[in-house]
């Protein structure tokens, strides 16, 4: 909501209905779900067919969002990325959902002072490219990226995000999480400044991940790691609903590191709370 000020001193208000990806919408009318649906000659009941196409249209979606983060993973593996990235490799996509639908798009002189750090990165160098606004940062070891593209989907990967120990390389679960968190809540930060609206599907890969152990934190020697056997790991998305500050985007995020804790062998970060509120001091 917007007010806007009048040549008579007055004002009027200005209200935005964003549009839903999750269709349909039911309203409850004297105890029973009506559905309804708009035209040119305005709002009627919805018909069973306009119902089918309705939830057509939410499962597409998702099913579009997730076929580009696999196949962005894909080229990933494939090392045709902006900058060299060691095995292994995180890839992690947000991905407002009105990026789906057609003839939207993002000015890419808008993001020039938009703050996008790569994950596992602080400084970083950055400029246009075909395909909207590029972030990069590292050289030889770790190394990492964002690509803003023009219908505002956020990639950021980094590779050799593992340390070597004397029992092979490892990830610590709980840097992880402060590096997914951070880096969140600075891309979600830039795209409200420049009001590009929500929800948006947050999606993580593990990318060239075999024998690569996930451990919860910093642990003693004698501590039993499980070593991924496969080289990907997919993270089912998490959903943004709307814009908040940062402990909502890390409250959102506990299902993602919930995953990745399981891949250490516990039943769940340790990082949270049993009511989902953060815990660990960072």
């Known amino acids: 909501m917007r007010p806007i000020p009048l040549a008579n001193g007055r004002r009027?208000?200005?209200?935005?209905?964003?549009?839903s990806?999750?269709?349909?919408?039911?309203?409850l009318f004297r105890g029973s779900r009506r559905y309804f649906a708009r035209n040119s000659s305005g709002a009627h009941e919805a018909s069973v067919e306009e119902l089918r196409a309705m939830f057509t249209v939410g499962a597409a979606v998702f099913d579009r969002i997730q076929e580009f983060h696999r196949r962005r993973q894909i080229v990933v593996y494939s090392g045709k990325t902006p900058v060299a990235l060691k095995e292994p490799q995180f890839v992690l996509h947000v991905i407002p959902l009105v990026a789906c639908g057609a003839g939207f798009s993002v000015d890419p002189r808008?993001?020039?002072?938009?703050?996008?750090?790569?994950?596992?990165?602080?400084?970083?160098?950055?400029?246009?490219?075909?395909?909207?606004?590029?972030?990069?940062?590292?050289?030889?070891g770790r190394a990492g990226y964002v690509q803003v593209y023009r219908n505002g989907i956020i990639e950021t990967a980094a590779g050799g995000?593992?340390?070597?120990?004397?029992?092979?390389?490892?990830?610590?679960?709980?840097?992880?999480?402060?590096?997914?968190?951070?880096?969140l809540c600075d891309y979600l930060n830039a795209l409200r400044n420049i009001e590009l609206p929500p929800p948006f599907a947050v999606l993580l890969a593990g990318v060239r991940m075999t024998n690569v152990a996930i451990v919860p934190h910093r642990v003693p020697y004698n501590t039993t790691l499980?070593?991924?056997?496969?080289?990907?790991?997919?993270?089912?998305?998490?959903?943004?609903d709307d814009y908040a500050d940062f402990e909502n985007y890390r409250r959102a995020l506990k299902p993602l590191f919930d995953a990745l804790w399981n891949a250490a062998g516990w039943p769940g970060s340790a990082s949270y709370n049993p009511d989902g509120s953060w815990r660990r001091r960072s």
Request: aromatic share 10%; proline share 8%.
């Open 161 to 183: 995000i593992a340390n070597a120990t004397e029992r092979g390389l490892t990830i610590v679960a709980e840097d992880a999480e402060d590096q997914i968190t951070t880096k």
């Open 226 to 240: 499980l070593h991924q056997t496969e080289p990907d790991m997919f993270f089912q998305p998490v959903m943004i």
């Open 12 to 19: 009027a208000l200005v209200v935005r209905m964003p549009k």
């Open 110 to 140: 808008c993001l020039s002072a938009q703050v996008f750090p790569p994950i596992w990165q602080h400084d970083y160098k950055s400029g246009y490219n075909f395909d909207g606004y590029l972030t990069t940062a590292g050289g030889e």
């Open 21 to 27: 990806w999750n269709p349909p919408h039911a309203v």
